[in-house]
């Protein structure tokens, strides 16, 4: 099975600052018949499921402002919001889908 | 719009079976691969299981390989999870979600979730 790590396990920003989190599979989720990296990331407020934001590690889904960003290759990847607003209020998750399907434990972002 | 609804969580002892359905609108359903996702609660996700569009190839992981069973009926477009040998770790909020286009194994949209609870 392929291990996602994600670090840190909980974060507080001040609003309008910059936020990093980071996801580390335990082998390259990458596949070179394509140069695809197979990876997604969610965002999961209280009580609703959790929303896509990412796929293919930098595709941003339709909808999802312009702030959150995603990069990285092989197995390290990084989710980036550039400015932290009220709403960003969340538990964060990767997912690799190179081999089956695994979640990273989660990371909780607050306002400090 | 998508829409996915989940139904048929509910109190099962241990060692009993439960199926979970979810109804899906708003999409050609038999066009995509679907999949159930848990989440324990105040845990993180966990994927249970995935089905291809015509239901030939499905994939579990191993804590729940044998015990649990996917499956869609297209004509009714509707996803199910049937559950059997359920133990208390088993306890969770099962979301049903569509698997994204492309050959991609995103999820991109997901139901509310139904909660499951196994406990004598």
């Known amino acids: 099975d392929i291990v996602m790590t994600q670090s840190p396990t909980s974060l507080a920003v001040s609003l309008g600052e910059r936020v990093t989190i980071n996801c580390k599979s335990s082998?390259?989720?990458?596949?070179?018949?394509?140069?695809?990296?197979?990876l997604a990331w969610y965002q999961q407020k209280p009580g609703q499921p959790p929303k896509l934001l990412i796929y293919?590690?930098?595709t941003r889904e339709s909808g999802v402002p312009d702030r959150i960003s995603g990069s990285g290759s092989g197995t390290d990847f990084t989710l980036t919001i550039s400015s932290l607003q009220a709403e960003d209020v969340a538990v964060y998750y990767c997912?690799?889908?190179?081999?089956?399907?695994?979640f990273g434990q989660g990371t909780r972002l607050e306002i400090k | 719009e998508v829409q996915l609804v989940e139904s048929g969580g509910g109190l099962v002892q241990p060692g009993g079976s439960l199926s979970v359905s979810c109804a899906a609108s708003?999409?050609?359903?038999?066009?995509?691969?679907m999949s159930w996702v848990r989440q324990a609660p105040g845990k993180g996700l966990e994927w249970v299981a995935i089905?291809?569009?015509?239901?030939?190839?499905?994939r579990y992981p191993e804590s729940v390989r044998g015990r649990f069973t996917i499956s869609r009926d297209n004509a009714k477009n509707s996803l199910y999870l049937h559950m059997r040998s359920l133990r208390a770790e088993d306890t969770a909020i099962y979301f049903c979600?569509?698997?994204?286009?492309?050959?991609?194994?995103?999820?991109?949209?997901w139901g509310q979730g139904a909660l499951v609870t196994v406990s004598s």
């Open positions: 089905t291809k569009q015509d239901d030939s190839e499905k």
């Open positions: 997912q690799q889908f190179h081999t089956d399907i695994t």
């Open positions: 293919w590690a930098s």
């Open positions: 708003g999409f050609t359903f038999k066009n995509y691969w």
């Open positions: 979600a569509r698997v994204g286009e492309s050959g991609s194994w995103h999820l991109d949209y």
């Open positions: 082998q390259s989720v990458l596949y070179s018949s394509n140069n695809k990296d197979y």
